[in-house]
């Protein structure tokens, strides 16, 4: 996420590109580039916040492994209603749909037949307003007898998943796994942008194209022009983070190599992209597992927070370390900014996010040993924050944030590989 990209979803802005989610539109950061965004919400008493775990008020026991969870517009209110994907078991649904109710919480909902009688496993999925009706659609990557496909299926705005006749599956290379919604050439619908860590072609070799991309034609019909767009890279890729790095005003594409060099690919403002990894971002070997950007020091442009499990002793910064920032420079050009206050263990995922609305990006870092809270005080500067902030140290997955009770701060559903132990943690300043 970003800072107040993330744990303040955005505002409808201008330029809707460094928007990472539906759901992050409410609120943003002033520092944020490219927005020209009103001012974002601030708190009364920043210093009173904390995350509540609420999860046994609001969610219903869930006893099943969860892979992937995002919050969505399921139906046609304006609550943030939540969607999961679990370990497939032969004969039972992949999907657990639970509709936000407010104070009665999340109460699961039969999201439909197609969903049910889903019989290839799902690789991974995604949400988004593939149609621009209001409701969140769902992107689906099946595999099917060693085959990968991509299917969709449209929300009738009532959190009813259903195929339409015309539109796929769309077939994909052996080793697609992850999709990301990011609208890449500036038309207002939102694109699709698959990726794997070992993508192979027809004849069984290494692919040269490790991305594909299908653009929206409008209404959900979608056309693949990878070939088009995306330049040739070496496999490796196990996360992509989009933003204006270059200050555009247009969307660019920071890749996460697990194991390698990171990558950065610059929009040439039309949605065609080049790669420009040796002149603007620094050499480091590392074992990099996810990325976030926000401008940390309110400069103007952004930043980003990258986490690994480990780096290549000739790059760290100091002894132990295994997070670190690109500070951008200008122009999408970075270089690495060390911090001591980060981590110093095998880190997952990192969210940045205004979580107590002082207008600063404060990080969410996911690590072994469970969930740090750093808390920004603007320019590089960060206390941690975790055991005051936070209800308790548990071992996550991933995040996904949304406003669930409709306070103008954003809440965070926190899944865990291990059943009946994510959790929902509300956002509160009392």
């Known amino acids: 996420m970003k800072a107040c990209k993330s744990i303040c979803h955005r505002k ?5 590109y460094l928007i990472k989610s539906l759901l992050r539109v409410l609120l943003v950061l002033v520092f944020l580039n490219g927005c020209g965004a009103t001012q ?12 509540r775990d609420v999860t046994g008020k609001l969610l219903p026991k869930l006893g099943f492994s969860s892979r992937q969870a995002f919050f969505l ?6 609550l943030s209603d939540l969607i999961i994907l679990k370990k497939a078991i032969p004969g039972k649904s992949q999907i657990n749909l639970f509709v936000n109710h407010n104070e009665k919480g999340f109460q699961q909902k039969n999201p439909g037949r197609w969903i049910e009688e889903l019989e290839a496993p799902i690789l991974s999925l995604t949400v988004a307003d593939l149609n621009r009706d ?22 009738n705005k009532k959190g009813y998943f259903y195929a339409k006749d015309k539109e796929g599956p769309y ?32 004849n069984g070799k290494v692919s040269r194209h490790q991305t594909r991309v299908l653009i929206n034609k409008g209404e959900g019909r979608l056309e693949d022009l990878t070939a088009m767009l995306l330049p040739r890279l ?21 890749l996460v190599y697990g194991g390698g060099q990171n990558r950065i690919l610059i929009n040439n403002g039309l949605g065609k ?6 002149s603007h971002i620094p050499r480091i070997l590392d074992d990099s597992q996810h990325a976030d950007w926000a401008d940390f020091d309110e400069d103007g442009d952004n930043d980003l927070l990258v986490v690994n499990r480990e780096i290549d002793p000739h790059y760290r910064g100091y002894p132990g370390e295994t997070v670190y920032f690109l500070e951008n420079t200008g122009g999408g050009h970075f270089k690495k900014r060390s911090h001591k206050m980060l981590p110093r263990l095998p880190s997952y995922k990192a969210y940045l996010l205004d979580a107590n609305g002082n207008t600063k990006p404060d990080a969410l870092i996911l690590t072994s040993k469970g969930v740090y809270y750093l808390q920004g005080r603007g320019r590089w500067e960060f206390v941690d924050e975790t055991r005051k902030r936070l209800p308790r140290f548990r071992f ?34 009392d």
């Open 12 to 16: 409808h802005c201008p330029n809707p």
């Open 40 to 51: 974002p919400h601030v708190a009364d008493n920043p210093a009173s916040q904390r995350f």
């Open 73 to 78: 517009r399921a139906d046609q209110d304006a």
């Open 134 to 155: 209001g409701g969140d659609d769902l992107i689906l990557i099946l595999k099917k007898m060693g085959s990968v496909s991509t299917k969709i299926l449209f929300n």
């Open 171 to 202: 077939s994909l290379l052996p080793g697609i796994n992850r999709v990301i919604s990011i609208d890449l050439d500036q038309d207002g619908d939102k694109d699709l942008f698959y990726f794997g860590q070992k993508v192979l072609g027809e």
């Open 234 to 254: 070496p496999a490796g890729i196990r996360d992509a983070s989009f933003a204006d790095y270059n200050g555009d005003g247009v969307v660019d594409v920071f």
């Open 273 to 278: 992209f080049s790669d420009r990894t040796t």
């Open 396 to 429: 996550f997955r991933e995040m996904d944030f949304a406003d669930i009770n409709q306070d103008g701060f954003l809440d965070l559903f926190a899944l865990s590989p291990t059943p009946g132990r994510s959790r929902i943690w509300l956002n509160r300043f």
